[in-house]
């Protein structure tokens, strides 16, 4: 079991910034990589970001790689994803997965958190 816990979310303007965690607990904390996922209601669960074991190499959708960042820092077995410039179209329920394959696909992911809330006020 590799529990994850997000933190981070809220209520934010649009233009604003957040800055969402995704601790890791369990062990071995650093053999996976992390990946960000956001599901609106009445959507599909959408893909936002990946970032590799190391935090060397990260991957982001085409509607957040101008605007969003992952970075990890294993020494307090957490993952960011850095927000700016939100949009209300980024209003989902965001949470974080588990993987040891480097992947965009949600049946890749072994683990999930719970999810926190970001909702962007036009």
């Known amino acids: 079991q590799v529990p994850l816990v997000e933190s981070g979310g809220g209520l934010v303007q649009a233009g604003g910034s957040l800055r969402l965690s995704c601790t890791i607990s369990?062990?071995?904390?650093?053999?996976?990589?992390i990946g960000w996922f956001r599901q609106a209601p009445g959507e599909d669960r959408e893909f936002v970001g990946v970032?590799?074991?190391?935090?060397?190499?990260?991957g982001l959708a085409a509607s957040v790689k101008d605007r969003f960042t992952l970075s990890r820092d294993n020494a307090k077995n957490t993952v960011y994803l850095q927000m700016n410039s939100l949009k209300p179209e980024d209003t989902a329920l965001y949470y974080c997965?588990?993987?040891?394959?480097?992947?965009?696909?949600?049946?890749?992911?072994?683990?999930w958190g719970q999810g926190t809330q970001v909702t962007v006020s036009s």
């Open positions: 369990g062990r071995p904390r650093d053999m996976y990589a």
């Open positions: 970032i590799t074991q190391s935090g060397t190499t990260t």
């Open positions: 997965g588990a993987t040891s394959r480097f992947s965009s696909e949600g049946r890749d992911y072994e683990y």
